[in-house]
């Protein structure tokens, strides 16, 4: 079966740096686009940034175009977010989810089929 798993999660100070990884087994990995989401309490479910199967392609939520960024190894079946000068707005569980409807939009929780069960990020100010 599909497993994720996100892990690289902590408590920060602002200004701080924190890499999250997302393991993945049971799909085909390169055959996936994939995304990072993140939810805050009391908030719904928001996407942070895409990547394409082979990693040619991202996109960003514009709150964090410029201080997050998305990567993959194929050859290693990770998923990464490396998130630079976190801000306490940031504070969320993490998501790592794989796209399951290759031509929908990347952006939408919809478009994703299978989902990690989560990391906090927690930062303080």
């Known amino acids: 079966q599909v497993q994720l798993v996100e892990s690289g999660g902590g408590l920060v100070r602002t200004g701080s740096s924190l890499r999250l990884s997302c393991a993945a087994s049971g799909l085909t990995f390169n055959g996936h686009g994939m995304g990072w989401f993140r939810q805050a309490p009391g908030k719904e479910r928001e996407f942070v940034a895409f990547?394409?199967?082979?990693?040619?392609?991202?996109a960003y939520a514009d709150s964090v175009k410029g201080r997050f960024t998305i990567s993959r190894d194929n050859a290693r079946n990770t998923l990464y977010l490396q998130m630079t000068g976190l801000k306490p707005e940031d504070t969320a569980v993490y998501y790592c989810a794989a796209k399951s409807r290759p031509y929908s939009d990347s952006d939408s929780s919809s478009s994703y089929g299978y989902w990690g069960q989560g990391t906090q990020v927690t930062v303080s100010s």
């Open positions: 990547v394409s199967r082979h990693g040619w392609s991202t």
